[in-house]
């Protein structure tokens, strides 16, 4: 099923972000595209870090499909939502030490993700 992206982000973001941030044993420098996991440097797409960049800034709060292709990929943009799981899938395998069992981007069945710290 392809989705165009019609609904905005209702809520507004949690803070503002600062260029490095850190959650668990995860580390994130946006401002220099690089990120760090227990130490050891993680390569993170430029894809990935825009994703990750709009789960931080709406941290515990739930974000669909459509919000997250609006934020991330635009809204002229049409996308399967494969697309979307493919993209959430391979950044929960490089930002969580045990992705079958995550603490951090949740799946909440029929509404979307969450971003938890």
């Known amino acids: 099923m392809l989705r165009r992206a019609n609904a905005p982000v209702t809520a507004p973001p949690s803070e503002e972000l600062p260029d490095t941030y850190e959650f668990g044993d995860f580390k994130v420098d946006f401002a220099g595209c690089r990120a760090w ?6 390569a993170l797409t430029a894809l990935e870090l825009r994703l990750l960049r709009v789960f931080l800034t709406h ?4 974000l669909s ?3 997250l292709i609006g934020q991330v990929w635009g809204t002229e943009v049409f996308l399967s ?3 979307v799981y493919t993209h959430v899938n391979n950044l929960r ?6 992705p079958s069992h995550p603490r951090h981007l949740i799946t909440v069945r029929g509404m979307g993700y969450r971003f938890d710290e």
Request: no cysteine; charged share 45%; net charge negative.
């Open 37 to 42: 996991r227990n130490g050891d440097e993680v």
């Open 59 to 62: 941290r515990g709060q739930v």
């Open 65 to 67: 499909i459509d919000e």
């Open 81 to 83: 939502n494969r697309v």
């Open 93 to 98: 395998g490089k930002i969580e030490a045990d």
